[in-house]
């Protein structure tokens, strides 16, 4: 009996790593959760990893006053309390369990919010007025957060990005807050400068990684070849190909997509930046790319340029250069905290320092979790050591002094995210880094990103589903205001006539 059910999960398990669309891979993992019994542990709201009773109770105290329809009652119940980890709703241990997503207690609570904020936002202002609602949904929004997804550098194998990208966007599910350093810096402009659509179009035609383009000839010639099929001008033409030449600010009013980029100081005298509307608006995102992709010794350092008040190029801190973003911070968490409220992560991980030195939730690799952990503090330790050694006897070794200072920034940066989607390692090379990568070999790096999003999914929907609700209530409230001052507006003008 139990041989026959595990040759049935294993065959499931094999469907669910063959299957085309993601549809399908929902179909055969809720097939092995019938089997292996987790369908009834997501019915079951019993568990010690949250506290269902305080979810139960809240729940039905929300459901209540929305059915009986009394706004203020409904009001007072949500300001009890939005946030995503309400009773440890939001404990990771929840979702692994089952393949396909978690308690439905949770799943009903996250839902019954959604349509108690959707029930608020279309009273009429006798109910509640306009001002006071539109007051509560700020204050939800700033308590609540948002999500954010973080694209790591790694050089070839950032055409794992391009299926995290297709996986997210076709299921609705794109963060509007995205951030890329080095080869992720290339997919966070190009997610920058389209909408969903227009992304999942791209994908569909494979333009970025098939060599039946231009954009995928010149992108398999950069980042997949040894160091001689590496020079800033074939870098510099698919950037140019890929990210029309405008400014974060530009790019933000044109997709509502909150983009940045991480850049390194090519000067140890200088801090790193974050790039984007808030920090940079003028700053051209062709040039941050650039930088952010300069990685030491490949390419040469970068001079950023920005549009003037004159509408003109110029150079942007004269006298500044930059390099790889990688270096000092591949995983910005810190600053999109600051700048855009976000607390909760989504991390694309390919960068091979993380992979090989550090551990994490759902990782696929061939290190031992001890391993990595002592190759890491060791790492760091060796890494701070020698920059204090530095510091007494090498102070006119300035390239050693550099290398030195990359080294502990690189070792030394949290690799980490609340929600984490990797390569799978047990059946990837790492020597495809250094070596000439073919169409098919960059399909099914794609491929694995994609495939790799499909677990993460549900977790995705459930953890975001208020942040977005929120989100587009305070877009719809912005679109109402300015219909509302171009109403007034015109208005005025024909009194005055």
């Known amino acids: 009996m139990f041989n026959a059910k595990s040759k049935k999960l ?7 790593g063959e299957v085309d669309t993601y549809e399908q891979w929902v179909t055969a993992a809720k097939h092995h959760d019938a089997v292996t019994g987790a369908d009834e542990w997501r019915r079951d709201e019993k568990d010690d990893h949250f506290d269902h009773i305080q979810i139960r109770r809240r729940l039905d105290a929300l459901r209540k006053q929305r059915q009986k329809e009394n706004p203020r009652g409904l009001l007072f119940a949500l300001n009890e309390g939005i946030h995503g980890n309400m009773g440890g709703m939001g404990n990771p241990e929840l979702y692994k369990q089952a393949k396909f997503g978690t308690k439905l207690l949770v799943e009903q609570y996250v839902d019954e ?3 108690s904020l959707e029930f608020l936002a279309g009273l009429d202002d006798k109910d509640i007025s306009r001002e006071e609602r539109l007051d509560f949904f700020e204050r939800a929004s700033h308590c609540y957060g948002r999500s954010a997804l973080m694209l790591s550098g790694g050089g070839a194998l950032g055409t794992f990005h391009i299926g995290v990208l297709k996986a997210l966007a076709g299921e609705k599910l794109l963060p509007n807050v995205i951030s890329g350093a080095s080869a992720g810096a290339i997919i966070t402009g190009v997610a920058g400068v389209n909408t969903d659509e227009q992304l999942l179009e791209m994908s569909h035609q494979d333009a970025l990684i098939t060599e039946k383009t231009e954009e995928g000839k010149m992108l398999k010639k950069l980042l997949i070849g ?3 099929n590496i020079n800033e001008d074939n870098l510099e033409i698919l950037v140019k190909r890929l990210v029309p030449d405008l400014t974060f ?3 933000l009013e044109l997709t509502g997509r909150h983009i940045s980029i991480s850049i390194a100081a090519a000067d140890t005298h200088q801090s790193s930046r974050l790039l984007n509307a808030i920090t940079s608006p003028n700053v051209y995102i062709r ?3 650039m930088a952010s992709c300069a990685v030491p010794g490949v390419f040469p350092s970068v001079e950023l340029e920005a549009k003037n008040e004159n509408g003109e190029r110029q150079v942007y801190l004269p006298g500044l250069r930059w390099i790889d973003g990688s270096i000092s911070d591949d ?3 810190k600053r999109l905290a600051r700048l855009y409220g976000v607390n909760h992560y989504i991390a694309s991980l390919i960068n091979p ?3 090989y030195t550090r551990g994490g939730e759902g990782e696929h690799t061939k290190v031992p979790h001890f391993i990595r952990e002592l190759i ?7 890494a701070k050591a020698s920059r204090v050694m530095t510091q007494s006897y090498t102070k006119d070794w300035k390239r050693f002094n550099l290398t030195l200072d990359v080294v502990n920034s690189i070792f030394s940066q949290e690799y980490t995210a609340d929600i984490n989607i990797y390569p799978d390692f047990h059946n990837f090379d790492l020597r495809y880094i250094l070596t000439h990568l073919n169409e098919k070999e960059l399909m099914s790096l794609e491929r694995q990103g994609e495939v790799a999003t499909w677990p993460q999914i549900e977790r995705i929907r459930v953890s975001g589903k208020i942040s977005r609700t929120l989100d587009k209530i305070l877009e719809r409230y912005d679109d109402e205001q300015l219909r509302h001052a171009a109403k007034k507006k015109k208005k005025t003008k024909a009194v005055s006539k």
Not at 10 to 16: A, G, L, N, S, Y
Not at 376 to 382: P, T
């Open 376 to 382: 890491h503090h060791g790492a760091v330790g060796f």
């Open 249 to 251: 600010q530009e790019a």
């Open 331 to 333: 995983l910005p968490a």
């Open 10 to 16: 294993k065959e499931i398990e094999r469907q669910m």
């Open 353 to 355: 320092v993380v992979l």
């Open 226 to 228: 040894g160091r001689e």
């Open 113 to 115: 919010i959604v349509d």
């Open 287 to 289: 040039k941050a790319i």
